[in-house]
C-alpha cells in the first residue's frame, strides 16, 4: 500500500519483483490513484477497504506492506483484524500522531492550485507546481497522479485532493490502541526523521514481536531511494533466498 499522494504504480518494480515469490496485490487506496473517491476518511476506513478487497479476492491471510499513510493503514489492518495477517511490514512510519498539515502543507496548496487549473501539458502542470514545490523529484512523484479526462482534452488529478486537505487530521493520526502480536518489521531511513529512537518504544507496546531495521542511503521514499538495501531487508524478514538476476 502506497503513501500520501501515491499510488499503486509507486510499487510496480518491487511488485513485479516479488511476484517470483507471492501473489501480490498493490492497492490505490480510496481518493487515490484509480480508486473512489469519498469525503470519509480514516484508517479504521482504509483497513476496512482492504478487508473488502480481500473478501472480494477469497484471501483469507496475507502479509502486508505499507508505506508512510500505507503504513499506517497496515498497522491499524493488523490491529483490528490480527487474524487475517500473516506477517506486517511498515515502511519509514511509526504508530503516533503526525502534522501532516505541517510537513505537506506547500504540496497540499500546490496540488490544490493545479487542480484548479485547465491544464494541457505536464510540463504547464510543473511550471504551476514549482511555485509550491521546489524539489523536482518530488514533483515528478506529485505529478503522477495526472491523467487524462475522458475527453482528452485536459489533465486532471486522480487523487480526491479536496477531501484529503480537509481530512489532514485523519491522515496524521495514531492507529487505534490495541496489541498486533504476529511478525513485524519496521523499515526507516537513516536520512528520514520519520522514525526516531523515541519510537522504539511505543512500536514495542503495539508490536512487540516487531523489529526495527534501518535503511542506509535512504530518506522517507526509502524503498525507492535504496530499492537493493530495502528488498534485501524484505528478504531477510521473509527468509527466501534472493531470486538470481
Known amino acids: 500500500m502506497h503513501g500520501f499522494l501515491g499510488t499503486s504504480d509507486n510499487w510496480r518494480t518491487h511488485a513485479n519483483y516479488w511476484s517470483a515469490h507471492f501473489t501480490v496485490h498493490a492497492l490505490d487506496q480510496r481518493n487515490h490513484g484509480k480508486s473512489f473517491h469519498s ?3 480514516n484508517y479504521q476506513l482504509l ?3 482492504v478487508i473488502a478487497y480481500m473478501d472480494a479476492h477469497n484471501i483469507d491471510r496475507a502479509t502486508v506492506l505499507g508505506h508512510s499513510m500505507g503504513g499506517k493503514t497496515a498497522m491499524t489492518l493488523a ?3 490480527p487474524n487475517r495477517i500473516n506477517q506486517l511490514i511498515v515502511a519509514d512510519i511509526a504508530p503516533k500522531t503526525y502534522d501532516v498539515a505541517q510537513k505537506f502543507g506547500a504540496i497540499i496548496e500546490g496540488m490544490l492550485h493545479i487542480n484548479r487549473m485547465q491544464l494541457t501539458s505536464r510540463n504547464d502542470a510543473d511550471e504551476a507546481l514549482k511555485t509550491f514545490v521546489s524539489q523536482v523529484g518530488v514533483r515528478q512523484f506529485l505529478l503522477k497522479n495526472l491523467a487524462w479526462t475522458a475527453e ?3 489533465l486532471k488529478l486522480r487523487c480526491n485532493i479536496e477531501a484529503l486537505a480537509a481530512r489532514l487530521p485523519e491522515i496524521g493520526a495514531a492507529p487505534p490502541k490495541g496489541v498486533f502480536e504476529g511478525e513485524t ?3 526507516a531511513g537513516v536520512q528520514s526523521d520519520y522514525i526516531s529512537e523515541d519510537d522504539l ?3 514495542q507496546k503495539y508490536f512487540p514481536n ?3 531495521i534501518k535503511i542506509p542511503k535512504a530518506g522517507h521514499w526509502l524503498h525507492a531511494e535504496n ?3 530495502f528488498t534485501q531487508a524484505l528478504h531477510d524478514f521473509l527468509a527466501i533466498a534472493p531470486a538470481k538476476n
Open 79 to 81: 490491529l483490528l483484524y
Open 47 to 49: 483497513a476496512a477497504d
Open 185 to 187: 518489521l519496521f523499515l
Open 227 to 229: 530499492p537493493k538495501g
Open 210 to 212: 516487531a523489529a526495527v
Open 39 to 41: 469525503a470519509a476518511f
Open 201 to 203: 518504544g511505543e512500536i
Open 152 to 154: 482528452k482534452k485536459s
